[in-house]
């Protein structure tokens, strides 16, 4: 895009008495002409990336159609490649911190419970406390199992309630067509 952008922005070199030893030139957007301030890719690549961050310092920016097309481009590209990932890396180190806290909370539980069972003169086991994260382990797959199920229902439910339509009404058509081949109670067929 940085290249795109000092292609269509770039301009024409001129030499002008303002400018002796030359520099390209730009429609300005009040009219007439100014000094382009994409003087190479590089400068362009960085006023992309500054677009496509969302940080927009306002110290470069295109005035020609296909310049300002390519701005929207990098603003949305932008908005697509750094916005959604960072979501999803988000989203992860959520689930991870919460596992991490369900199973501090359940190491304190056990410590709590092995320290109710030297109070009592019991002598704890390693046992129960492997147990307990067996347990925690399985009803945690057990949840998601059941959250899975109950998505699947509810998109399968529209297609069981289509097809159990469909069912009746063929089945009421068979109905109905046998009872009109049956002969009425005076021996005469329906019709």
């Known amino acids: ?3 795109l952008v000092f ?23 009040e009219g ?6 994409f003087t190479s890719v590089p400068v362009s690549a960085y006023w992309v990336i500054v677009t496509a961050t969302t940080v927009g310092y306002g ?14 481009a ?41 320290i109710e069972k030297q109070k009592a003169n019991e002598r704890p086991t390693a046992v129960s ?8 382990k399985h009803v945690r797959k057990l949840m998601e199992m059941r959250e899975f199920i109950h998505e699947q229902m509810k998109q399968a439910t529209p297609l069981f309630e289509t097809m159990w339509e469909e069912f009746v009404a063929k089945h009421l058509l068979e109905r109905l067509q046998e ?13």
């Not at 007439?32 to 301030?37: F, I, L, S, Y």
């Not at 110290?59 to 929207?72: H, K, R």
Request: glycine share 8%; net charge negative.
């Open 1 to 3: 895009m940085g290249a």
């Open 59 to 72: 110290d470069l920016y295109p005035t020609s159609g296909p310049g300002q097309f390519v701005a929207a």
């Open 129 to 136: 406390a492997a147990e307990a994260k067996w347990k925690r």
């Open 7 to 29: 292609y269509f922005e770039g301009g024409v070199y001129r030499v002008t008495p303002e400018h002796p030893e030359g520099a390209f030139y730009r429609p300005a957007l």
């Open 179 to 191: 009872y009109e081949r049956q002969p009425m109670r005076d021996g005469t067929q329906s019709v």
């Open 32 to 37: 007439g002409e100014e000094v382009t301030p």
């Open 74 to 114: 990098s603003a949305y590209c932008g908005i697509v490649f750094l916005s959604l990932p960072i979501a999803i890396v988000v989203k992860q180190f959520n689930i991870a911190y919460d596992k991490d806290e369900d199973e501090k909370a359940v190491e304190e539980q056990l410590r709590k419970e092995e």
